[in-house]
Nanobody, 125 residues
Framework: QVQLVESGGGLMQAGGSLRLSCAASGRTFSLAVMAWFRQTPGKEREFVAGIRRSAGSTYYADSVKGRFTISRDNAKNTVYLQMNSLKPEDTAVYYC??????????????????WGQGTQVTVSS
C-alpha cells in the first residue's frame, strides 16, 4: 500500500504564496505519476498539476499554469506544489494523488489509485 500525507495549507491573502508538500510511504518505488487535485463544496474534484517519476515531465491545468509549480524529490518520496500569485478562486481542499500503473499524467480522478487526506487552502480577497 501507498500512504500519502499532505501539509502546508493555510490562509493567505490574494497575491501571496504557499507551498504544499506530499510525503509518500509504503510502495513508493511503484509511483509512476503523482499529482495534485483540488475540490470545493458542490464541485467535482479537479486536476491541478501532475509530474512523472522517471522523466520529470509536468502538466498543469490552464487555471494555474504560470502560477503554480509542481516538483518531486524521489529520494525523499515527496512531491511539492509551489503556489504563487494566489487568487480567491484557488480556495479549495488540495489532495495529493498517485498512479502506480502508468507514466502518462492523467487528469481524471479515476486514474489515480492512492490519495491523501487533503489540506485546506483559503485565499482571501
Amino acid at each position: 500500500q501507498v500512504q500519502l500525507v499532505e501539509s502546508g495549507g493555510g490562509l493567505m491573502q490574494a497575491g501571496g504564496s504557499l507551498r504544499l508538500s506530499c510525503a509518500a510511504s509504503g510502495r513508493t518505488f511503484s509511483l509512476a505519476v503523482m499529482a495534485w487535485f483540488r475540490q470545493t463544496p458542490g464541485k467535482e474534484r479537479e486536476f491541478v498539476a501532475g509530474i512523472r517519476r522517471s522523466a520529470g515531465s509536468t502538466y498543469y491545468a490552464d487555471s494555474v499554469k504560470g502560477r503554480f509549480t509542481i516538483s518531486r524529490d524521489n529520494a525523499k518520496n515527496t512531491v511539492y506544489l509551489q503556489m504563487n500569485s494566489l487568487k480567491p478562486e484557488d480556495t479549495a481542499v488540495y489532495y495529493c494523488a498517485a498512479d502506480s500503473r502508468s507514466l502518462r499524467i492523467g487528469v481524471f480522478r479515476q486514474e489515480y489509485d492512492s490519495w491523501g487526506q487533503g489540506t485546506q487552502v483559503t485565499v482571501s480577497s
